[in-house]
């Protein structure tokens, strides 16, 4: 069975720094573009980052970019998501996905694009 398991999560203080980690099992993704998206209360799911099989292509979103930075270790099969210069409006459930291995575009930022999902995990930011 497939799985994305998310951790990191938690209570940080605005300006404080948190750091995701999304662990696969059940098969191996380190041929697999891997995103991070995030779902603010009554808000819709929202892209935050991607990465592509070995590291070396990301994209940010505008509102992320310069703060956050996404990378992985294929050798544990997880990926992280480094999110510093935290504000209130980061607050939300994260969460990791993966693209089908078959699509090696990075700059991909529609969630239906991603066929795999981990359950999520809640940052709190306050203020």
């Known amino acids: 069975q497939v799985q994305l398991v998310e951790s990191g999560g938690g209570l940080v203080q605005a300006g404080g720094s948190l750091t995701l980690s999304c662990a696969a099992s059940?098969?191996?993704?380190?041929?697999?573009?891997m995103g991070w998206f995030r779902r603010a209360p009554g808000k819709e799911r929202d892209f935050v980052a991607s990465?592509?099989?070995?590291?070396?292509?990301?994209y940010y979103a505008d509102s992320v970019k310069g703060r956050f930075s996404v990378s992985r270790n294929n050798a544990k099969n997880t990926v992280y998501l480094q999110m510093n210069s935290l504000n209130v409006e980061d607050t939300a459930v994260y969460y990791c996905a993966a693209r089908d291995r078959s699509k090696v575009a990075v700059m991909v930022t529609d969630p239906r694009e991603y066929p795999y999902w981990g359950q999520g995990t809640q940052v709190t930011v306050s203020s």
């Open positions: 059940g098969r191996s993704f380190s041929r697999n573009v």
């Open positions: 990465i592509n099989w070995n590291g070396d292509g990301t």
